[in-house]
């Protein structure tokens, strides 16, 4: 969906683009031949303070000799200047520097560019772009293409075409493109080459503003690590995983591969010692492009490697916080233990729950046991005629399950495993026959107890009437 030029838009674009301010600048012709030759020109991607400063100074010298340059403050300050609120100069300190660096922003490399290229064109190669949409859709189709038998037929076209092809060329029949067409290419491929270290400075520019974020909201975090942690992560993900950060992933493992690079290598120096090529006097530069990339690529991981280093040291911090907390509690422990030694007093001093942390192997996690199957006697009712009182239906009695937990978990404090027939030796059953349902229901919800219907056990309790009741049920055993 195309963003609508209307006029509020444009005016808002005009006023907060760093590109189109540096366009609409009062000395913006001053400005962009400075910029493209201290960072362009000789493709550098960072110059420290004091030689871009230095640059400068000759640069306003050389202009006000000119005159008509209203520049009157020092290069440094057009520097502050320009890396501030005009956003065409990133400002930073390199980790093995003390001293600031000044890198292009991507806003004021468009720029730049935009204004090369109206000087540079010589001609308008319309077929070798009409050529290269033709193979993007081409190839569009053929990856989105599902039928076997389709993507079958337009191989079989290929194969034909090749074919046709070496009958020509063992015939002696060689096309050669002519001189016109080989210029239009290269001015696309040098073009398109030029615009890749564009989008490198603009993507590490991505990553530079997540690490600018990520160390903001570590300086000002008070929760907890994992939540902001994981927001780090996710921005980080996010942005890894955005058309952006795929396309730059799948360019940088094609480029890091040497039979790649040496290809490259092969084919640039081809194609600049072609004679249509030399006559157009190209950048030699661009023999080197793909070493430019690696460069920009390089910075590129970098500012992403530094985003990992915030979060690494983040964590280191605030483990070497919690460490030293743990040593000056024990330390105070120790003073307080040795105030004591002499004259101790009577009683007791402190509690500890335990000596030792529990620890829980996975092994010790009881295995599988299938459910218990309850096995119910068949057997017909019949109707009786006998009156009986129905006041017992309105003598229900409720069980609190809770309190059964809390007998378990107490009892489990002092020993490992316990079976039922102890915990109601411990706690006596109140109410009968639904209490101890209660237990084995208990039971059958934690993972840790255990049903051996191989061994049983004999549970006994007293009703109201005092007369002693039991029940003979497979065994059961609690665990901690």
């Known amino acids: 969906m195309s963003t609508p030029l209307d006029r509020a838009t444009l005016q808002k674009l005009r006023e907060q683009n760093p590109a189109w301010r540096l366009l609409a600048a009062t000395h913006a012709p001053f400005i962009i031949s400075f910029l493209h030759q201290a960072f362009l020109a000789s493709n550098t991607r960072t110059v420290s303070q004091q030689a871009l400063a230095s640059r400068l100074e000759d640069h306003l010298h050389e202009g006000r000799s000119l005159g008509g340059l209203d520049l009157p403050k020092r290069a440094e300050a057009y520097l502050d200047d320009w890396a501030g609120d005009?956003?065409?100069?990133?400002?930073f300190y390199p980790m093995d520097s003390d001293e600031a660096h000044f890198d292009l922003t991507a806003a004021a490399e468009r720029a730049i560019v935009w204004v090369t290229r109206l000087l540079e064109r010589r001609f308008v190669g319309t077929q070798s772009r009409l050529l290269t949409v033709f193979q993007l859709l081409s190839s569009m189709v053929e990856g989105s293409e599902v039928d076997p038998n389709a993507r079958l037929a337009e191989l079989q076209r290929r194969r034909d075409a090749?074919?046709?092809?070496?009958e020509r060329l063992r015939a002696g029949l060689v096309d050669v493109m002519a001189a016109t067409?080989?210029?239009?290419?290269?001015?696309?491929?040098?073009?398109?080459?030029r615009e890749l270290l564009a989008d490198f400075r603009e993507l590490e520019q991505s990553f530079h503003l997540l690490d600018r974020d990520v160390r903001q909201r570590i300086a000002t975090w008070s929760g907890g690590r994992g939540a902001l942690i994981a927001d780090i992560l996710g921005e980080r993900d996010a942005l890894s995983s955005s058309d952006q950060g795929t396309s730059f992933r799948a360019f940088w493992d094609f480029l890091m591969s040497p039979d790649?690079?040496?290809?490259?290598?092969q084919k640039l120096q081809h194609v600049f010692e072609l004679e249509a090529i030399r006559q157009t006097a190209p950048d030699p530069r661009l023999r080197r492009i793909h070493y430019d990339w690696l460069a920009a690529?390089?910075?590129?991981?970098?500012?992403?490697?530094?985003?990992?280093?915030?979060?690494?040291?983040?964590?280191?911090?605030?483990v070497f916080l919690e460490n030293r907390r743990i040593l000056e509690v024990?330390?105070?422990?120790?003073?307080?233990?040795?105030?004591?030694?002499?004259?101790p007093p009577s009683g007791t001093v402190a509690?500890?729950?335990?000596?030792?942390?529990?620890?829980?192997?996975?092994?010790?996690?009881?295995?599988?046991a299938p459910p218990f199957v309850a096995r119910l006697t068949q057997q017909l009712l019949e109707a009786g005629e006998e009156d009986v009182a129905s006041d017992g239906l309105f003598e229900q009695v409720a069980v609190d399950r809770a309190r059964l937990r809390t007998n378990i978990q107490h009892l489990l404090q002092r020993q490992e495993r316990i079976t039922l027939a102890e915990v109601v030796a411990q706690h006596p059953l109140q109410h009968g026959l639904a209490e101890l349902v209660s237990y084995l229901a208990v039971a059958s919800e934690n993972r840790k107890s255990v049903f051996d219907e191989q061994s049983s056990q004999r549970i006994e309790w007293n009703d109201r009437r005092g007369q002693t009741r039991s029940a003979t049920i497979p065994l059961v055993v609690f665990t901690r």
């Open 351 to 368: 509690e500890l729950d335990d000596v030792a942390p529990a620890v829980e192997l996975p092994l010790e996690r009881p295995l599988f």
């Open 297 to 318: 690529g390089e910075a590129t991981q970098r500012t992403v490697a530094r985003l990992s280093e915030q979060l690494r040291r983040y964590l280191d911090d605030r």
């Open 86 to 91: 005009s956003g065409w100069l990133r400002k």
């Open 162 to 166: 090749i074919d046709q092809e070496m």
């Open 260 to 265: 790649r690079q040496e290809e490259l290598t």
């Open 330 to 343: 024990i330390r105070s422990i120790e003073q307080q233990a040795l105030a004591f030694r002499n004259s």
């Open 181 to 193: 067409e080989l210029r239009e290419r290269f001015q696309l491929m040098a073009s398109t080459a």
